[in-house]
Each structure stands twice: as C-alpha cells, then as structure tokens.
C-alpha cells in the first residue's frame, strides 16, 4: 500500500469540515486513493456521525458510538497517518468528564485554535426546551484527549428555530471567523463563535442563531469551502431506514442562503444501505477529497448496526459535485478482513493478503449483493494441487464444499481454469487452460445471463457461458484443496466507468400499469426482479423521461429490460429510441434499436449533452404483450 501513497503533503491546512491549520512543526502523508482501498468498512466496531480533522501528521476521525441511547456515553476517536492502518483511541470524552450529559452522547465535531483542542458534542437528546441537554463543548490538551467539560453547561441547550440542538458541525473561515452549523427536527441554524470557542457571538443584525434550512434537510450539517465558495451537506430521510443519505447545496457566504442542488450519496443496493451523516475530508494542500460517512451492512437490520467508511468526493469543473461512487476495493494491506465472513476453512489477513489453509471449500464472502458486475482478484496457489478463485452471485452460504447457492471460477497452479455453478452440489460449466504457475489474476464479467471468466490475459475470455439460475447474491473468494492467498480484490458494477447520472433524479412517464410501478422504480440504482422494481407501462407508445439536473455530457444510455429483473426474455423492449433534449421541449434523437431480445442494452455515444434524457417506446416486446417493461435507465458521461 505504501507504494500507492504518491506524495507528502507540505503543509497541513485542517480539513473542510471546519479546521484551523494544525501546528506546522509536522507533515503527513497525502493519500490519492480511489475509495478505501483496503476495504469499508475502515475500522471495527458500530459507528456513526463520523467527523474528521488532520492534527499534526495524523487524519483523525471522532464518530458517535452506535448503541442504544443509554449506552452513547462515551466517545472514541481513530487517528492514521495514510487513511490506511487506523489506531483506536477509546474514551476520548465520557460523561464522567461532562456532569450534565449522561445519554445520547452525539456528533462529535473535532477542532483546534488557540494551542488547544476543542470537541463539540450533543447529549441527552432533548425534546423540549424543559429537559436539560443540547450541544456541549469539551476541551482538550492533546487530540487524544481526555477532554473535559469547558462549561459546566450545554453552550446551546434549548429550541431555537424550532431547530433541535444535535449534529453540530464547526467551520472556521479564512478570516478567523468560526461558524458552529447544528439541527435536528427537520430545522438548520448556523450560530457565530466568539475566538474563546466557548461562547456564542452575534450578527451585524443582532441575532445570534440564523436559520439556514435548505429542502429536504433532515439533520447532520456540514460546511466547507473550495475555491472561494461554501458548500454546506446534511442529511435526509430515517436515520434507520435506507432512504438515508446525504444532499448539499452551494452559497457565497457561510450564513447562505442554501438552495439544494443534488443528492450526493444514496443508498446502493448492491453494496450498503442508510448512508449519511456525513464529514469531508481535504488532503492538505491537494485538490483531493473524501466524503467519510456511515452505512448499514446489507445483512443487518438493527438500526444501531452501522459502520465507518469513506470513498473519493470528485467535483465538476463548474464547482458542482459528482455523485459519489461507493467501491468494493480491498487489497488488505491494513491486516484485517473487516467486513468478510468466513465458510469453512483458516482465514486471515497478514503481509496484505487474505490468506486462506486448504480446506474442501472453505469460503470467505462480503456483505453486497450485486446482479451485474466485474470482479477482478489475484490468486496465488501456496501449496496443493486444487485450485483458488472467486464466488459470485452467492445466497444461503454454510459451511460445506457446495453449500451455496452461486457460481465459482477457480484455476490451479497447473493452470486450469474451472467455472461452476453450485446449490448443494456442483455442476461444472466450462473449463479452460491458461499459464501454468502460482500466481495468477482472474476476473469475472456477469451481465444478466452471459458470465464471462478471464485469466491472466484481460483481453480475451477462458470461459464464456450462458446460464440463468443465479440472478444475485454475494461475492468472496473460495479454495478447494488447496491453499492460496488473495490479493487486490475489487467489485465494480458492469456499469463501472462513470457514476448513473440519472440515479435518483426526477423521472415521469407515460400511465404506468400499478401505482407501485411508477418512472421512478426505473431511476432507483436497482434491479431485483418482480413487479416491485420496474416501470411498466401498458400505454402505446409508452415514454419515459428523467432530467438529470442540469446539462450533462453523456457517453453511454444503458437501458435494463425485462430479463434483467427476473423476467423472460420474450419481455424484453424490442424497440425503442432514446433522445436528449436541453429544455425539455426540443429533442435530439441519439439511438434508435429496432429489434432487441438483450435483457440489457449498452448504448455508447459521442458528442451528446443534454438535461433531459427520453425514452420513447414502438415495440414493447418479442410476444406481443403490449405492456413496456424499463426496470432501469442509466445515463452515464
């Protein structure tokens, strides 16, 4: 992993998320990662409301412990020099050290200034203006801690704006000025801090709480600055639930006002749901930035069940920002398998590789759940004459050689390359030879009913085979008599090349065939099959039309039909056209299919821009149902 830090930063400036620049005496590591390359989650344990700062030659990251409320009595802290190999600093502040507080301890928001370390906190989660409680500050000798109680008293401990007093967010300007951003309650309000950090100022106007509440703001601010300008993030939707996520908007002034622009990071369902609550990280003195937030595993339904995790924030060269990305990226080079599960067999982390002994099909699978996508992993033979490889579109995993319910690609040392499918017994699907030798690279391309398996050389496929059984399920790696160690495992959606432009964003259509099978299923990122997930459309001459915000420069339509929800392929859109337009009113046809049976369509353009993207349908299937199916349109520059 060193190797992939390409340089140091000279200076440290703090982070976007409200930093003072940190004491100049040190310099740390500049990272120019992808997403956490040695896998999300980055650190162990249930945690929330993540917030970050760089002091020293350090990254830290303070997150709310995600317990029950009566547990949230503490808080930790993570420090790491490359975002990387992280150090666990528990019991940065506990109650003990707050005499008011003693629940609910919440958001914590790092910052420095004047020699000292600051750490602003919501506790006790109050209701109304009667209970005491509300946002605290704790100060500090070291970022470490312990930090104690600065005031004997909550610095904001009642209702103002009807906004309730949680998730602050500490922003410091370029002129000294500090802001402290918080709401709960659907209400945000920025407040002036007076240069003690303790106490609260006031505006040119004489109030000291503006209230800032952009749409569809639910909770956790956070603000920033990037070439001049204030880009303030919250939240939206249940904090349990997978509508989680996070908007943002852009001013001139730090005090707004803020007019919301677009959904920066959502759910995936092939990867985690109910993200949000996040901070932003800018490596000192780089145009590099991270947006650190938390997540819930697919598999876990507690509420309280979340994890840490960062992946790369990239912006438009008008100032906008992309939507994130979420990745499946794990090279282990921290030394750990934080997000695995194991099957059978020896597993573990070491020298940054997963290392697994030889069993008859021991197995280790992440927590996603993708359809369509390309996985790619070294494999290196350590001792015996089976083989090693990767599982795909796994279900109902035990322990036991077969017991699953998926695919396997595996190749041997002697280099043979195997692929099967398996449900409690095995069924080979083809074979195929490639170099003989320890180590190898293999890669997995499945895109609805075609699976291809690569080894070593990435241009030409071993293996290409047609089989249906397995829609979706889990990926991991396997051994099968032998032992092997894996290395530089990445997942990425068969869409991998850009972010879906038109995830998300506003779609209408023509009258769908059930209220439950509105435009807007075509538009959710997702693919899971049955009348809960699709368009439909029973109208001649049916539409579909999304506006991707603003003018977008487009590369690629792809067009997911029938078949790649689960249906038969007679369903699937025969023919179409797919046209873009900049008001909405005038359009431009870009692609035109006559005669389609592919469950999805891969549409590459050139020279094509526009707000809005339209689908118009002639044909809506191979047998004469007169009923169109979209369960998904992507867009992607």
């Not at 209400?187 to 106007?205: C, E, I, K, Q, Y």
């Not at 937030?293 to 100032?319: C, V, W």
């Not at 099957?343 to 002994?357: D, E, F, I, K, V």
């Not at 999304?546 to 339509?557: K, M, N, P, W, Y």
Request: with cysteine.
């Amino acid at each position: 992993m060193t190797a992939s830090l390409p340089r140091l930063a000279t200076a440290l400036a703090l982070l976007a998320g409200g930093l003072l620049a940190a004491p100049p005496a040190a310099t740390a590591a500049a990272p120019d990662l992808p997403t956490a390359v040695a896998g999300n989650p980055f650190v162990d344990g249930w945690y929330a409301d993540p917030d970050v700062a760089v002091y020293g030659d350090r990254y830290w990251v303070y997150p709310t412990t995600s317990k029950t409320y009566a547990e949230q009595t503490y808080l930790d802290a993570f420090s790491s020099t490359d975002l990387v190999h992280w150090t666990k600093h528990p019991d940065v502040l506990t109650t003990a050290n707050v005499p008011w507080a003693n629940r609910a301890v919440w958001a914590p928001a790092p910052i420095t200034r004047n020699g000292r370390y600051y750490l602003y906190f919501a506790a006790n989660d109050i209701q109304d203006d009667s209970q005491l409680g509300g946002i605290g500050v704790a100060v500090a000798d070291r970022p470490e801690g312990p930090y104690r109680d600065a005031l004997g008293r909550p610095l904001i401990g009642q209702y103002h704006n009807g906004a309730q007093p949680i998730d602050q967010d500490v922003f410091i300007d370029d002129d000294g000025q500090a802001y402290l951003y918080y709401g709960g309650h659907g209400h945000a309000n920025v407040a002036r801090l007076n240069s003690d950090m303790t106490s609260l100022g006031t505006f040119p106007d004489g109030s000291t709480y503006k209230e800032i509440t952009p749409s569809g703001y639910v909770e956790g601010p956070q603000m920033f600055k990037r070439n001049g300008r204030y880009y303030l993030m919250w939240s939206e939707g249940g904090w349990t639930g997978p509508d989680y996520s996070v908007s943002y908007a852009v001013a001139d002034s730090p005090t707004g006002p803020f007019a919301k622009l677009d959904k920066v990071l959502a759910q995936d369902p092939a990867i985690a749901r109910g993200s949000g609550h996040n901070s932003v990280l800018n490596v000192p003195g780089t145009d590099t930035w991270y947006i650190v937030y938390h997540r819930r595993p697919l598999s876990e339904t507690d509420g309280n069940h979340r994890q840490l995790a960062y992946d790369r924030m990239r912006f438009n060269p008008d100032g906008t920002i992309q939507r994130v990305a979420m990745r499946v990226r794990d090279n282990f080079a921290d030394d750990n398998a934080l997000g695995w599960k194991t099957y059978g067999g020896t597993w573990t982390a070491t020298a940054g590789q997963y290392r697994a002994g030889s069993s008859a099909g021991g197995k280790a699978l992440l927590d996603n759940n993708f359809a369509d996508f390309t996985q790619d992993a070294d494999v290196t033979i350590t001792s015996g004459g089976g083989d090693a490889g990767l599982v795909f579109r796994a279900t109902r995993p035990a322990v036991g050689a077969d017991s699953y319910a998926g695919y396997y690609a595996g190749v041997t040392a002697a280099g043979r390359v195997v692929l099967g499918r398996a449900d409690n017994s095995w069924t080979e699907l083809g074979s195929a030879t490639t170099t003989a030798g320890a180590a190898h690279h293999l890669r997995v391309t499945a895109v609805g009913t075609s699976i291809k398996v690569f080894a070593d050389d990435l241009s030409t496929p071993k293996i290409s085979v047609t089989d249906a059984t397995h829609s979706s399920g889990a990926n991991g790696v396997r051994v099968f008599n032998a032992a092997a160690a894996f290395d530089e495992l990445a997942v990425d959606p068969a869409t991998a090349g850009g972010v879906n432009l038109a995830q998300g964003r506003p779609a209408t259509g023509s009258p769908s065939c059930a209220a439950s099978e509105g435009p807007e299923k075509a538009v959710n990122g997702t693919v899971n099959g049955g009348n809960a997930d699709k368009f439909c459309s029973s109208a001649s001459g049916a539409w579909l039309r999304v506006d991707l915000g603003a003018t977008r420069t487009i590369g690629r339509f792809e067009v997911a039909h029938a078949q790649a929800g689960g249906e038969q392929a007679a369903l699937n859109t025969k023919a179409f056209t797919l046209s873009v337009s900049d008001d909405g009113t005038t359009w431009r046809r870009v692609v035109q299919v006559t005669d389609n049976s592919a469950a999805t369509t891969v549409h590459p353009v050139s020279g094509v821009s526009g707000r809005y993207v339209r689908l118009d349908v002639s044909a809506p299937t191979n047998a004469g149902d007169n009923a169109t199916r979209v369960y998904e349109l992507r867009v992607f520059g």
